[in-house]
């Protein structure tokens, strides 16, 4: 019977920015399970066993910690992916699931290439009962897919049965550890209860019974779209009240604090910035839009897209602005560039903003110097798909030297307390200052010397 089953063996097929991560707590809070992370680019995983926690793929505060102290213990990365679902009781898929590039769908639609060969792994390494938990966000429907190959691949073979769960990931990057420890809610979908219990009382080792939610599988794969789709909004919303800020004198600070203190609303995600990136929110948005033309539900599915198009809008206005205030033409200018990343306290290039508008500056022949304290050279060479046109520079100091202008486009911590006195005499000028994250003091900048835009602000 099922609900006697016990599980000693964790099996998590794909070590990415959430599976990494959330087994690595998971191994932590459960000393009594095995926990094995695995994937097929072995590059990573090496990176995930290396010695010097400094070098692991994924930068997230706290997490070296952890994984110095679980790793070897009772969690392990492998590519041996046979060997660790043969083993299993319990396997999570975490695999990456992308917008798909081609054929019907491309654009919008998820691409489940990988989670389908998961699904055929498991079907055929895994032994006896195993429950098979989605932790990838998945368009609605998709674990009735999952059901369907684990079932028909496995079906001659005695002993073997299979439950499908859906237990979406609702971290975010930079703050991945702190969201693991104190998840806000763990969401657990099913039809077989038993299942479900056997799931929760993995999380109940550190996460209070009353934030453990079942529902059933339709309503959890949905639940994280739509989370995904609310925080994007928000940061839409807030992004064209920073245009209107910047025309009537108001200050977008000022307004989301005010608007903030509203318990109805709440003061998270309404910082203006550069738009939203990261690997989710667009893919997400797009899956829904996609969903909803495919339920011919045309008014909802407009209503999400305007979400995307506000922001490759704000993306766009930031960049052209930059353009125009150094005088229409950025050809041959060093232009220095602050964050990389999509965010603070990550390394994931995915879908940033920054990278967006770097490739758009040089495409106008800029040259760029890129500075970001967590990302590689090499991820950097990855994403900008061009060999000219920028430098990568670790060392802050050396950034600043003879640029026509400075762009701050991450809200790295270090960028707040730049002694601009120092930098204004090694800079050529005029020079000037964009915050695209309204985040550094306006004041200290402008009396420097330099000129000064700022999202959100009424620039004279
Ligand atoms: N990144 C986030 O902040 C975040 C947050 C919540 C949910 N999610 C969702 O979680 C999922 C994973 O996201 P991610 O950012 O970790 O992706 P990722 O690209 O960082 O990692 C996915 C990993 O899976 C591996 N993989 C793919 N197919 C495999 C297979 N058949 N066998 C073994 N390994 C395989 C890939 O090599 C890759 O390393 C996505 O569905 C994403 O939407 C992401």
Redesign the pocket.
């Known amino acids: 019977m099922l609900s006697k089953m016990k599980i000693n063996n964790i099996c998590c097929?794909?070590?990415?920015?959430?599976?990494?991560p959330t087994m690595t707590v998971l191994a932590d809070k459960c000393p009594n399970l095995k926990v094995n992370v695995?994937?097929?680019?072995k590059k990573?995983i090496a990176l995930w066993n290396n010695k010097d926690l400094s070098n692991l793929p994924?930068y997230e505060p706290g997490l070296s910690e952890i994984i110095g102290r679980a790793r070897g213990k009772n969690l392990f990365f492998t590519?041996d992916?046979e060997e660790s679902l043969k083993n299993a009781d319990m396997v999570f898929i975490?695999?990456?699931?992308p917008i798909k590039k081609k054929g019907i769908g491309a654009g919008q639609a998820c691409d489940l290439r990988?989670v389908e060969?998961?699904a055929r792994?498991i079907a055929k390494f895994c032994t006896g009962k195993t429950i098979v938990v989605e932790?990838?966000?998945?368009p609605v429907k998709t674990s009735e897919v999952i059901e369907e190959i684990l079932v028909s691949t496995s079906k001659s073979e005695k002993g073997k049965e299979f439950y499908v769960l859906s237990n979406?990931?609702?971290?975010?990057?930079g703050s991945?550890v702190e969201n693991l420890l104190n998840p806000d809610r763990v969401l657990i979908g099913g039809d077989n209860q038993n299942a479900i219990q056997i799931l929760k009382e993995i999380y109940l080792n550190w996460v209070k019974d009353e934030k453990i939610i079942s529902t059933n599988l339709w309503s959890s794969e949905l639940s994280?779209l739509i989370s995904n789709a609310f925080l994007a909004q928000r940061i839409s919303s807030i992004n064209t009240v920073s245009a209107i800020c910047e025309e009537t004198g108001a200050n977008i600070r000022e307004v989301s604090t005010a608007v903030g203190y509203d318990s109805r609303i709440g003061k998270n995600f309404l910082q203006s910035g550069p738009g939203f990136g990261?690997?989710?929110f667009k893919?997400?948005i797009s899956n829904l839009v996609y969903l909803c033309n495919h339920f011919e539900l045309k008014e909802v599915a407009n209503f999400w897209e305007q979400v995307l198009l506000i922001n490759s809008w704000q993306k766009n206005r930031i960049y052209r602005n930059i353009v125009s205030k150094l005088y229409g033409n950025v050809a041959n200018k060093r232009i220095a560039i602050l964050g990389a990343s999509f965010k603070a306290n990550t390394n994931?290039l995915?879908e940033s903003p920054s990278i967006e508008i770097c490739k758009k500056l040089i495409e106008e022949e800029a040259y760029l110097i890129i500075h970001d304290p967590q990302v590689s050279q090499e991820s950097l060479e990855l994403e900008l798909e061009s060999p000219k046109g920028w430098e990568f520079q670790k060392n802050i100091n050396k950034v600043f030297i003879d640029v026509d202008a400075i762009i701050i486009l991450t809200e790295w911590e270090i960028y707040k307390s730049l002694d601009w006195l120092k930098i204004y005499p090694i800079v050529r000028r005029p020079s000037w200052v964009f915050d695209t994250r309204h985040f550094i003091d306006a004041d200290k900048v402008k009396k420097s010397g330099f000129k000064f835009w700022q999202v959100g602000s009424c620039n004279d």
């Open positions: 097929i794909g070590a990415g920015y959430v599976g990494g695995v994937d097929t680019n990573r994924i590519s992916v975490s695999v990456n699931t990988w060969a998961s792994q932790k990838s966000t998945l979406p990931e609702f971290l975010a990057e991945a994280k990261g690997s989710c893919k997400d994931d995915r």
